[in-house]
């Protein structure tokens, strides 16, 4: 009961931390949907399918980052099924646009930081393209095992636009952006096209192995 009091508790905090990001894209997102952004932004340009695909990826990204913590809170899950249910097709749902959204843009536009960012971020909208699709499938099929392990990795990789910008954060308040540029070039730059992402997925990993260590339990993670 204590550790379920626990994750309730860090995962409550999770959704707490993320809420002003959340709230930011959202805005922004609706704000550049409707052509009422303050003031002229690179996102923003003459190419009406780019400038949809970039905003719908924010504003839907917001609500998916603001709502996958309560995916993972226990009680919720045992208590109010049918919630969890109806949330989890929203973010599914959600992600899936999301991770569209961001790829038709880098395929329209590009990114500001170039191929190397290019490849990062479209690796990064594929595997959350992925782990969405999975997730619901095994879902669907009442695998609940493999459903749990891949819901767990969408749940990082939904956080992974909230944890990229943690990441500059707490660099450039150690550092002063050392090894950082404007057109994001820099050699720490470089490393975030895939830190953000990648490092907690290897994570992800190393649990799962850990908590299903017999063989029965790992034939249940299986794809």
Known sequence: MGKTYLETAMLLGVMLLVSPFALYAAGFGQGGLRGTLDAP??????????????????????????????????????????????TGRVIVAGAGITAIGGLAYIALRGTIGGAPMNAGFTLYGALMLLAAWQTFRHAYARRIGQHHAWALRL?????????????????YLATGGLWSTP??????????????????????????RRRFSSPQARANLRV
């Open 41 to 86: 932004h690179y996102l923003f340009s003459a190419s009406i399918p780019a400038n949809a695909s970039i905003f719908s990826h924010m504003l839907l990204g917001a609500a998916v980052t603001l709502l996958v913590p309560l995916q993972l809170i226990r009680p919720l899950r045992q208590r109010l099924p049918a919630l969890h249910r109806l």
């Open 155 to 171: 749940f990082w990789l939904v956080l992974g636009s909230w944890l990229y910008r943690v990441h500059y954060g707490l660099w």
């Open 183 to 208: 057109e994001f070039t820099g050699a720490f730059d470089l490393v975030q096209n895939f830190a953000f992402y990648i490092p907690y997925l290897i994570g992800v990993e190393i649990y799962l």
